[in-house]
C-alpha cells in the first residue's frame, strides 16, 4: 500500500513521567531535542517515551509509519537522527506460508552501516542472513528476533557496552514494554538491556530509513519463498532455543 498525498503525517508521542506531573511547556530547539517544562519552568525529564510518525486512514484509525524510543534526557524526534545513536543496526522480517498441515517460515535479517549527514541519511547493508523453520512452536516472528538476538549476543565481538536496534513490523503496542523490560520475550527470556526495538511498517513510508529497510527483509522473504521448494519439508516442529 502506498501513501496517497492526502494524508496528512503527524507526530505520536506516548509519556510516562512515573508521576502525575503538569506540563505547562515544550520546546523543540534547532537541534530537534525536544524538551518538555513544568509549571515553575524546570525541566521535566520523563521515564519512557516512544515517538514517531503516523497519518489517519480514510477510516478514521490512525497509521503507524514508525515509532522509536529517544534517549529521555535527549529527545530527538527525527527518527533518522535517532537511528545514530545505535552501534549496531539491523532489521528482520518474517514471512510464513502453509503448505498442508506444515506452516513453513522464513525470517531474513540485515546487519546495517548507518550514518547520517547534513540531513542526508545513508544506509547499507552490510549483511543478509535468512532462516527457514516450520510449525514453530511460538509465533513465527517471536522466533525470527530470538533467532537474531541469539545470534547478536554470541557474536565474537559482541559486548554489553555496544548499542544495538533491532528494526521489526511485529508487535508495534508491545514494543515499548519489551523495550523497557516490563514483559518478557518468552516466559523468562527478557530483551537484553543494551538492545533496543524500533518499529517499521513495511508497506509505507519508504522516505523513512528504517521502513525502506524491513521493506527489503519483507522483499527479501518473499523473493526466497517463490525459490524454495516448500515440499522438502517435515512436519516436525522447531525448538530452537525456546
Known amino acids: ?82 537511528l545514530t545513536k545505535y552501534n549496531w543496526l539491523f532489521a528482520v522480517d518474517t514471512n510464513t506460508k502453509t503448505n498442508g498441515a506444515d506452516k ?53 565481538d559482541y559486548s554489553k557496552a555496544l548499542s544495538v536496534g533491532i528494526i521489526t513490523d511485529y508487535e508495534i503496542d508491545k514494543l515499548n514494554l519489551y523495550n523497557s523490560r516490563k514483559i518478557s520475550l518468552y516466559q523468562d527470556k527478557y530483551l537484553p538491556e543494551n538492545i533496543e526495538f524500533i518499529y517499521a511498517s513495511a508497506d509505507t513510508g519508504m522516505d523513512f530509513p528504517a521502513n525502506k529497510l524491513i521493506r527489503f527483509c519483507d522483499n527479501k522473504a518473499k523473493e526466497i519463498f517463490r525459490t524454495v521448494d516448500l515440499s522438502n519439508f517435515s512436519s516436525k516442529p522447531n525448538k530452537g532455543f525456546v
Not at 22 to 49: H, R, Y
Not at 126 to 137: E, R
Open 1 to 82: 500500500m502506498k501513501d496517497k498525498a492526502t494524508k496528512k503525517r503527524f507526530t505520536e508521542l506516548r509519556l510516562d513521567f512515573g508521576k502525575e506531573v503538569v506540563i505547562t511547556g515544550m520546546n523543540l530547539d534547532k537541534k530537534g531535542q525536544l524538551v518538555f517544562f513544568d509549571q515553575n519552568g524546570n525541566k521535566l525529564d520523563p521515564e519512557l517515551i516512544e515517538a514517531g510518525i503516523a497519518y489517519r486512514r480514510s477510516s478514521g484509525k490512525i497509521k503507524s509509519l514508525n515509532r522509536h524510543k529517544p534517549d529521555t534526557k535527549k529527545i530527538i524526534l527525527n527518527q533518522a537522527k535517532a
Open 104 to 156: 513453513i517460515s522464513i525470517s531474513v535479517s540485515i546487519n546495517v552501516n548507518y550514518s547520517i549527514s547534513n540531513e542526508t541519511w545513508d544506509a547499507k547493508i552490510d549483511k543478509v542472513d535468512a532462516i527457514v523453520f516450520k510449525n514453530s512452536i511460538i509465533p513465527a516472528e517471536l522466533f525470527g528476533w530470538m533467532d537474531l538476538i541469539h545470534r547478536i549476543v554470541n557474536a565474537p
